[in-house]
């Protein structure tokens, strides 16, 4: 009934809900933790020298706790691996199969020592499970000191026996449990239930009897055979690195290609119509780029300086004729290029709308130009 209760109690603790998210470890941490220790009854055999025989019996255990410390190293795969220190303590309340019937028995025993352990932190989200815990499964090996605190049984004749004692033995144990973390950074609760076994030498411990009065009348040996421990523990655990793991990286985004320009300038030598190497490289390009953008009409538009090779009124009406020369020279390379006829606008706007605002008759190169604008 004790164990089942104790079995339940873990169960509960572990279904708690609890509002963050699991973590596996990666790093150094350390792992503290104590709770209740249920012992098994245990078989002895003890040899009386006086009578030369040996006396069977049973030793039962009732209410007892344990405790620990552990530092340890986690893979960050779930994989980790610690050194424990433990300390057990049992009392002990009845001895059965004595030879003497009515016997009371009073006594505690303790158990110390060390053992490595081997844990595996399980990821449920590898199985589709998004839960704030992480359940773990181990198995340790160790050394553990048991010894009998004196633990005496009287019985109905008045007689009374003593068992004492110190040995240390081979000790193993099986561990389940669960983490949650406490949103506190590397900080986890931990339940856990242990199953701890350990091994004993024969004639391991001593047994004293007393006859009625007082009297001792002999001695023996006790041997014990395996000793198991049932424990239900509550911990915590802290890691040391707790960085977050690197983000996801991201997909690569090509960048947008650059926008195709839509206007384009051809500049033209002082009083001069034909189109430079320079010139009809950038007609090549506005040809080339009317091909990749919505295009329906091309405009062309010349214009000059407001220097000319004409005087007066006569050389405003000499720039408006060469501007149109122009105009009609880039409009004969875009056909040449590909571009068809009826596709091409052209105008002649003169000395009017500069780039660059001068002087009256300045040479300016800039305003010496025609504009492709691709509509």
Avoid: C
Wanted: proline share 5%.
């Amino acid at each position: 009934m004790r164990l089942r209760s104790a079995l339940l109690a873990t169960t509960l603790m572990a279904a708690a809900p609890v509002a963050a998210s699991a973590t596996t470890i990666t790093g150094p941490y350390v792992n503290v933790g104590g709770g209740y220790d249920l012992t098994q009854t245990q078989h002895a055999s003890t040899w009386d020298a006086g009578s030369q025989s040996t006396v069977s019996s049973k030793y039962r255990h009732q209410n007892g706790f344990t405790g620990f410390g552990a530092f340890g190293w986690g893979f960050g795969n779930g994989l980790r691996v610690e050194v424990e220190g433990v300390y057990n303590y049992s009392e002990i309340n009845h001895r059965n199969g004595a030879g003497v019937a009515n016997n009371k028995t009073r006594g505690s025993d303790q158990s110390y020592g060390g053992l490595v352990n081997v844990l595996y932190d399980i990821d449920l989200k590898q199985f589709g499970i998004d839960a704030p815990v992480t359940p773990f499964v181990g198995v340790g090996a160790g050394y553990l000191w048991q010894h009998y605190n004196p633990t005496d049984s009287n019985f109905a004749n008045g007689s009374r026996s003593r068992l004492g004692g110190t040995n240390g033995s081979f000790a193993y144990q099986g561990i389940v449990g669960a983490a949650y973390d406490t949103g506190v950074p590397g900080l986890q609760v931990t339940t856990e239930y242990r199953m701890i076994g350990q091994t004993f030498s024969d004639g391991a411990f001593k047994t004293t009897a007393y006859a009625p009065g007082g009297a001792k009348i002999g001695s023996g040996n006790t041997s014990f055979d395996h000793r198991f421990n049932h424990q239900f523990i509550v911990g915590l655990r802290y890691a040391f690195d707790t960085a977050p793991p690197p983000p996801p990286a991201q997909p690569y985004v090509a960048p947008p290609a650059p926008a195709v320009a839509r206007t384009y300038l051809v500049f033209f030598d002082w009083d001069k119509s034909n189109l430079t190497a320079r010139a009809r490289q950038i007609v090549a390009e506005a040809a080339q780029a009317s091909t990749h953008v919505q295009t329906t009409r091309i405009e062309v538009n010349g214009y000059t300086d407001n220097s000319s090779a004409r005087g007066g009124a006569a050389g405003a009406k000499y720039n408006m004729g060469l501007s149109l020369r122009r105009a009609n020279g880039v409009k004969a390379e875009l056909i040449r290029d590909g571009v068809p006829a009826s596709a091409i606008d052209i105008h002649g706007y003169g000395e009017a709308h500069p780039l660059v605002a001068t002087g009256p008759n300045t040479r300016e190169p800039q305003n010496r130009r025609v504009e492709i604008i691709l509509h």
